[in-house]
C-alpha cells in the first residue's frame, strides 16, 4: 500500500507539473508557443509515461474520478480509495507549488490564470457554467471507458497507457476552450490554491463533475463488462 501512494503521489506530481507546466511555461511563448495542441499532447504524455513508468505499482490512477470510476467498475477495492486521493490531491499541489516556484523566477512574472479551471468569465472561451458541467461530466466518462476498456482481459496486454494517453490527449483538444480541461478534481484543486479567488469559488465544479463523470463511466463499463 505504501508504494501504491508513493507511486500515485509521483504520478500526480507529473501530470499536474507537466501538463500544467506546459501551459504556464510554454503555451504562449513568444512566437515559437507550442499553444493548444502542445498542450494537450504534453497532459497525455505525462499520464503515458507514468501509466508505464508506476503503473504496475499502483494502477496509475492518477486522479481521483479515475479512482472512483474503478471503484464503481468493481477494478479497485473501495477501503483504498480515500488515501489514493489524498496522496492525488497532495501530489498535485506539491506540483503547482514547484510550478509556481519556478514560473516566478523570471523578470515581470505575473500569475495570470497559472492553467486554473474555470467557466463563465474565466473559460478561456467563455463557455457558460452548464456547458463546462456536461463537457466535463461526458469526457470524464469517456475516459474511464478508454480505461477500463484498454485495460481488460480482452484487449492485448501492454498497450493500456497509449490508449489512456492519446484519449487524454483528445479530451484536451476538445475541452481546453472550454474549461482548460479538468477531468481531474487533484490538478484542479493544485492549481486552484495558487490563483485563489474566483478558481477557489469555481473548484466546487471540477470536483463534481469529474467524479460524476467518472462514476458513469464506471457503471458503463460495468454494463458492457458483463455483457457477455
Known amino acids: 500500500m505504501q508504494k501504491s501512494l508513493v507511486a500515485e503521489f509521483l504520478g500526480t506530481f507529473w501530470l499536474v507539473f507537466g501538463g500544467c507546466g506546459s501551459a504556464v511555461l510554454a ?22 509515461t507514468m501509466a508505464y513508468a ?16 474503478l471503484t464503481v467498475a468493481g477494478r479497485f477495492p473501495a477501503a483504498r480509495l480515500v488515501p489514493y486521493i489524498v496522496v492525488q490531491v497532495v501530489g ?3 506540483a503547482a507549488a514547484l510550478l509556481y516556484l519556478i514560473a516566478s523566477g523570471k523578470a515581470g512574472f505575473e500569475l495570470g490564470g497559472f492553467a486554473a479551471n474555470g467557466y463563465g468569465d474565466h473559460s478561456p472561451g467563455g ?15 469517456f475516459f474511464l471507458i478508454i480505461i477500463l476498456g484498454s485495460t481488460s482481459s480482452r484487449v492485448p496486454a501492454g498497450f493500456a ?10 479530451i484536451h ?20 490554491l495558487f490563483v485563489g479567488g474566483w478558481a477557489l469559488q ?11 463523470g467518472g462514476a458513469f ?12
Request: hydrophobic letters at 55%; charged letters at 5%; aromatic letters at 10%.
Open 217 to 228: 463511466g464506471g457503471l458503463v463499463w460495468k454494463f458492457l463488462d458483463d455483457a457477455d
Open 54 to 69: 508506476v503503473g504496475g505499482i499502483s494502477g496509475g490512477h492518477f486522479n481521483p474520478a479515475v479512482s472512483l470510476g
Open 202 to 212: 469555481q473548484l466546487w465544479l471540477f470536483w463534481i463533475a469529474p467524479l460524476a
Open 127 to 141: 463557455y457558460s457554467l452548464l456547458s463546462a458541467l456536461l463537457i466535463e461530466v461526458l469526457l470524464t466518462m
Open 161 to 170: 497507457p497509449l490508449a489512456i494517453g492519446l484519449g487524454l490527449t483528445l
Open 27 to 48: 503555451a504562449a511563448y513568444p512566437e515559437l508557443g507550442i499553444g493548444f495542441v502542445g498542450v494537450a499532447f504534453a497532459f497525455g504524455l505525462t499520464v503515458l
Open 173 to 192: 483538444l476538445v475541452s481546453i476552450p472550454v474549461t482548460n480541461t479538468s477531468v481531474n478534481p487533484a490538478r484542479s484543486t493544485g492549481q486552484a
Open 92 to 94: 498535485a499541489i506539491a
